[in-house]
């Protein structure tokens, strides 16, 4: 019951769902929400079909505490931006836990990082999404072109798993398309007086699927990979997204799906391939095979050479 009421707090579900994640039936699922209404806990109907359970209050179980800022740690750390609110987050997280530990806890963050203008950023587009406002900026694209007067519907803000920058992800007016823009290019930001409606049928976690980072597309690419016996422990070690194993005696080839950019790459996998070097050969698509070993093969016509002398 317990999960239950954590799950419906969480977010507004179906039945269906709530089966699904708890492994019953959708009539026990009834039950036990019944049960939840006359233990006093107000069960609302969001939406047709949608379940939810307010939360009172914002303060969180001391192990949820430091779940919650072990993570967000990680992002002050190794995240250039967004420095002032995780140190502000942080700081508030902390002030649910005794004083011993908060204080250890503060003690361990360090100065620096971020800078205020990223975080004006952030109030801007927190304001926009917040207030269902349209926010109108210009983004300087990773090939250096400066895209003006962009028009965003914001949908999602996304930290990218390849490098924990910051990321809004919102559909773009003039192009159609839902489409990620990264924080630290976003400039002159400004809200319009026009509001917008959500999309309701906008799904992060579909649109996140094939994502390395932050590239999620509906026309994603199946790229295999073949791993050498003494970098298989490593890869089957696991956690990567949308992986699956093909073959696994000695060698081992698996098959990445991830998200591609307007040119039908995908930038965000290239990294994670060139990582492993000699270790990791691309197997297909053609395209994603040349790019690899265009890489490969200009790394090698650059450094296969004597060191130069050291300064």
């Not at 990223?118 to 895209?147: C, K, P, S, Y």
């Not at 073949?226 to 956690?239: C, I, K, N, T, W």
Request: charged share 20%; net charge neutral.
């Amino acid at each position: 019951m317990t999960a239950l009421l954590a799950e419906l707090q969480a977010r507004p579900q179906t039945t269906t769902q709530l089966a699904a994640t708890f492994g019953v039936g959708q009539r026990s699922v009834q039950r036990d929400l019944d049960a939840l209404r006359r233990m006093g806990h107000q069960v609302h109907e969001q939406s047709p079909g949608h379940y939810v359970i307010p939360r009172n209050g914002t303060l969180l179980r001391p192990t949820e505490v430091l779940a919650a800022y072990t993570a967000l740690r990680l992002a002050h750390h190794h995240s250039p931006a967004l420095g002032g609110h995780y140190r502000q987050a942080l700081t508030t997280l902390s002030l649910a836990l005794p004083e011993r530990v908060r204080h250890t806890l503060n003690a361990s963050l360090r100065g620096g990082g971020g800078t205020m203008f990223t975080d004006r950023q952030m109030e801007v587009i927190g304001a926009a999404w917040l207030d269902g406002r349209v926010l109108r900026f210009d983004h300087r694209e990773g090939n250096g072109i400066l895209r003006t007067g962009l028009e965003l519907c914001v949908y999602f803000v996304e930290i990218s798993r390849t490098n924990l920058a910051p990321f809004v992800i919102g559909l773009n007016r003039a192009s159609g398309r839902i489409e990620p823009f990264k924080l630290s290019r976003m400039t002159n930001l400004h809200l319009l007086a026009e509001q917008y409606e959500p999309d309701p049928t906008f799904d992060p976690q579909a649109y996140l699927s094939d994502a390395w980072g932050v590239i999620g597309t509906d026309q994603g690419v199946t790229v295999t990979v073949r791993f050498d016996p003494d970098a298989a422990y490593r890869v089957l070690e696991g956690g990567f997204p949308q992986a699956t194993l093909i073959r696994g005696d000695g060698f081992v080839d698996i098959e990445f799906r991830a998200g591609v950019d307007e040119t039908g790459m995908p930038r965000e996998l290239l990294p994670f391939l060139l990582s492993w070097g000699a270790r990791a050969e691309v197997l297909s698509p053609p395209q994603v095979r040349g790019a690899w070993l265009a890489e490969m093969r200009d790394a090698l016509a650059r450094f296969d050479r004597p060191a130069p002398p050291a300064a």
